[in-house]
């Protein structure tokens, strides 16, 4: 990462996936799929980190290369460990007591050319934001609801 130009980067986002105690899974169908992601040039993971939850409310956080993360572990060579001791705070703050987190944060590599263009524009972006597929179903019946009822 160090090589690339900041001006050529895309946004940058995270996600949290929070497993309760006792099931969490790293590894797998969840891996497979975020490889696919970054084989396909769609994203750049920058950091993964596991976040544990204990049920007093403390916090253990462990880097990616120092867990058996499985297939995911060709990725370590790209992390740029961005996350502070701040943030895992922060990032821990959306938790459960007793549960465990992957935090993965990656850069929208599939957005770099639309954003390197918009800064040579002079733009910049100020917001971002995802609306809940919870929120997406629930307009949609509603939605569907007003035409079954007539309304």
Known sequence: MAD???DELGP???VIVEFPAGASNFTGEMATELLALVDAGTIRVIDL???AKNDDGSIDAVEAEDVDLGELRKLEAE??????EDDIVNLAAAMDPGSTAGVIVYENLWAAPFASAARRAGGQLIAN????MQ??????EADDALETTGA
């Open 49 to 51: 980190i596991i976040l």
């Open 79 to 84: 992390l740029a460990e961005l996350l502070a």
């Open 12 to 14: 940058v986002d995270f």
């Open 4 to 6: 690339e130009s900041l």
């Open 135 to 140: 929120a997406i179903i629930a307009a949609i």
């Open 129 to 132: 934001g995802r609306i809940p």
